[in-house]
């Protein structure tokens, strides 16, 4: 069964705003006079930009890239799931339930 239209937009969404993120780190790198490292912590609860004493990357900017990003993404779940319980003319018993 293909990927329903909303959820197919929501996650192509959800890739561009990650790929702003990218772009963004790579035009504040390329700026400076060095490159912020960037690594997910182990538990891949979050991620760590690391720059010299000092120097501040605009990490509030890119937090919300990251939000709306993994906000979309969770939307296209919820999105293909509500396809799934309505296909061939299907009605959830609770619709408010309906979700990833």
């Known amino acids: 069964m ?7 937009q929501k996650l192509t969404r959800s890739w561009w705003l990650f790929s702003e993120l990218l772009g963004r780190v790579d035009a504040w790198n390329a700026a400076g006079e060095f490159t912020a ?13 690391l720059t010299p004493a000092g120097f501040r990357p605009p990490v509030s900017e890119w937090a919300l890239l ?12 919820d999105a293909e799931i509500w396809h799934l319980a309505h296909r061939d003319d299907g009605k959830p018993t609770n619709p ?3 979700a990833f």
């Not at 293909?2 to 197919?8: F, G, I, K, L, Y």
């Not at 490292?37 to 760590?48: C, F, G, I, P």
């Open 66 to 77: 990251v939000g709306d990003a993994v906000h979309n993404a969770r939307s296209a779940l």
């Open 37 to 49: 490292e960037v690594q997910v912590l182990a538990d891949r609860t979050a991620l760590e930009f």
């Open 2 to 8: 293909p990927m329903s239209q909303w959820a197919r």
């Open 96 to 98: 408010t339930r309906v």
